[in-house]
């Protein structure tokens, strides 16, 4: 039994395409005939499939690397429980489509986990409407993450703590105090989950429900599982690395339908306009901390190591009693730190020059 319909509304402007789920689309065939049709409504036209002119590409080509070095060639298929047989035999396919995308847009960059969308639809609907859906995501939903920098995709990633914050303050409070920050999330915007999940029918789940919804939708997923998972984070220690071990994997039973309702009721609660603002302070702490982060050594270490110097100046200065009486000496505290310094510098090149003076007369011949 079919328990989705897909549902078309059409204005002077745009398609706008709703898929009204129970489940989703559950059955193979009717995900298959729901995404044709939803790109032929879109009025996407087929770029005739020129067989010779992509296979001398892809043969010049195949040795291009994405930013981890991985041949695109040699790209892992996911998700993982795809038949090893079948992954080998749709590689070519998988390669030939994104080299498709890449050279129709010259300005766009692929990104590792970019093969991971692709091979999604290349399974449902095969490569030529692959390519359609691939080509519209490319220029919209994705468009952020295929610039020749990562910085508007980071940009991006800082609407799950506002989120967070308004449905969870606790929660946003202990993430914060970790400093776990965005990476564990990075792959699941990516590749809207398909690196990260084992499920296959999972994963055509959620490509349902995103191709149906605004471009940051899988954030705001995100922001919902994140939530979910309270109890399971608060059980690990406050630091970066145990929580972000925790949520870089996740479980094969989550409840999507019920995650994916929280994920459109927060959408139309915290639209992403209502959270520009911190988003774009956030991202901007963001960026001060990574040029601090960037500074040549040599000027970083030193500035460290005269800091720490005045530092420790002022709290020798700051322990020094008004008159320490050391016998037969009356130890003064300095007002000025920079009086301190003078001083502690001066009876060091007076011992300093002193040592010398013994060393040399312990060395001098005797006077015969």
């Known amino acids: 039994m079919v328990t989705g319909s897909a549902c078309v509304q059409t204005d002077s402007m745009h398609v706008r395409i709703k898929i009204v789920p129970a489940h989703g689309l559950r059955t193979h065939s009717l995900v298959t005939h729901a995404h044709r049709a939803i790109h032929e409504l879109m009025s996407l036209r087929f770029l005739p ?80 409407v692959a390519f359609q859906i691939m080509e519209k995501l490319s220029t919209e939903h994705l468009k952020d993450c295929m610039e020749p920098t990562m910085d508007k995709t980071s940009r991006l990633l800082n609407y799950i703590y506002p989120l967070i914050c308004r449905v969870h303050p606790e929660l946003y409070e202990y993430m914060e105090r970790s400093g776990v920050g965005t990476m564990f999330c990075l792959p699941w915007f990516l590749t809207w989950y398909g690196h990260s999940l084992n499920q296959y029918r999972d994963v055509v789940r959620l490509y349902d429900y995103f191709l149906a919804s ?61 959270l520009e603002a911190e988003v774009q302070e956030r991202f ?25 110097f005045w530092y420790h100046v002022a709290e020798m200065n700051r322990l020094l009693p008004h008159w320490g009486l050391v016998p037969r000496i009356a130890v003064p505290r300095f007002r000025s730190p920079f009086v301190l310094a003078t001083t502690v510098a001066l009876i060091g090149l007076y011992a300093y020059l002193h040592m010398t003076d013994a060393v040399i007369v312990n060395n001098s011949p005797p006077v015969s």
């Open 214 to 274: 605004p471009p940051l939708m899988p954030l705001y997923v995100a922001a919902a599982l994140v939530v979910h998972r309270c109890d399971e984070i608060f059980s690990v220690d406050c630091d970066m690395a145990s929580i972000h071990s925790l949520l870089s994997q996740i479980p094969d039973d989550l409840p999507f339908e019920s995650l994916l309702k929280q994920a459109t009721r927060l959408h139309e609660d915290y639209p992403p306009a209502s």
């Open 284 to 308: 901007t702490r963001e960026l001060q901390l990574r040029r601090y982060d960037n500074r040549p050594p040599t000027a970083r270490i030193r500035r460290h190591n005269i800091g720490a």
């Open 49 to 128: 499939l020129q067989t010779s002119t992509i296979l001398n590409v892809s043969q010049t080509s195949v040795s291009r690397k994405d930013s981890g070095g991985t041949p695109l060639s040699e790209q892992r298929l996911q998700p993982s429980s795809i038949p090893y047989e079948q992954r080998v035999a749709l590689q070519d396919q998988l390669t030939r489509l994104i080299l498709r995308v890449i050279i129709k847009y010259p300005h766009l960059r692929y990104y590792q986990g970019y093969h991971d969308v692709a091979v999604t639809f290349l399974l449902v609907v095969g490569e030529a």
